[in-house]
Nanobody, 118 residues
């Protein structure tokens, strides 16, 4: 059974930082493209960042470029999202997604709440 468990969310002031983690189990982690999505109240879920099966290829939404950094540790079966210079517009539930390139299988975590407010 595949499980993706996000952690690290919370309340932070504007300009602050948070580091999200997503621990995976039940899958061959190194074969999966990993990504982060977020969903703010009343809005659709949107792409935030993705990292390829090797750590060399990353992609970011324009809204987070230069502020967020995605990374992964295949030995620990964990991906991370370092979020700096947080803004109120970053407030959302952040979701971890694992995608298997060969057949399009996708797995989602339950999400972790990030609130940026003074």
């Amino acid at each position: 059974q595949v499980q993706l468990m996000e952690s690290g969310g919370g309340l932070v002031q504007p300009g602050g930082s948070l580091r999200l983690s997503c621990a995976a189990s039940g899958l061959n982690f190194s074969y999966y493209v990993m990504s982060w999505y977020r969903q703010a109240p009343g809005k659709e879920r949107e792409f935030v960042a993705a990292i390829g099966t090797s750590t060399r290829i990353t992609n970011y939404a324009d809204s987070v470029k230069g502020r967020f950094t995605i990374s992964r540790d295949n030995a620990k079966k964990t991906q991370y999202l370092q979020m700096n210079s947080l803004e109120p517009a970053d407030t959302a539930v952040y979701y971890c997604k694992a995608s298997f390139p060969r057949d399009g299988r996708e797995h989602w975590g339950q999400g972790t709440q990030v609130t940026v407010s003074s």
